[in-house]
């Protein structure tokens, strides 16, 4: 149910931009990097559900609902006005931003799966719900991190890689 609406929510909101734009502005496509903020509405759904769920325990099936989608699908599935240019642009977006933000959505997306699990396991309406909290908490410092990536903000870690960088900022 609310999946539905908030779908058709970002549906109403990715309206093609008026024709004298630049297409990569049409498709919100970072010009340094490649990369779309878009996507990482596809993981602020699975936030929003979370942060709900303590009030709304009926949002457990919409949770449940929730699927990952690479950046290329969540495009594809999408009524995202430049989609195909965003693909596109991803294809042949730089390497290393390309892989770093694959890095942090595939630590979202295990996060979600994990935190899925474990409030499907869990008979204490409070503790599913602390859960629930605690991992839209974190899940929110990731969508951060993979801005800063999408953005040509890059965060990287004393070793370079996303991951040390996603502990620095929470540790």
Same mark, same amino acid.
């Given at each position: ?83 195909d ?5 991803? $294809? ?6 390309r ?6 959505? $595939? ?6 799966e ?7 396991? $869990? ?49």
């Amino acid at each position: 149910m609310f999946r539905a609406q908030f779908s058709a929510t970002l549906d109403e909101q990715d309206a093609p931009a008026p024709r004298a734009a630049e297409p990569a502005t049409i498709a919100h496509i970072n010009p340094v990097t490649g990369l779309a903020t878009d996507y990482l509405n596809h993981f602020n759904e699975a936030i929003m559900l979370l942060e709900m769920l303590p009030a709304c325990p009926e949002c457990r099936d919409d949770l449940r609902a929730w699927t990952p989608m690479s950046y290329c699908d969540h495009f594809r599935q999408s009524g995202f006005a430049g989609r195909d240019r965003a693909i596109t642009a991803y $294809e042949n977006a730089d390497p290393a931003a390309r892989d770093m933000l694959d890095a942090v959505t $595939e630590t979202m997306t295990t996060l979600v799966e994990h935190a899925r699990k474990a409030i499907d396991n $869990e008979p204490n309406a409070r503790l599913s719900a602390n859960i629930a909290e605690r991992t839209a908490a974190w899940l929110k410092l990731l969508a951060a991190q993979a801005g800063a990536v999408i953005n040509g903000q890059r965060t990287i870690g004393a070793d370079g890689t996303p991951q040390s960088a996603v502990d620095r900022m929470i540790g």
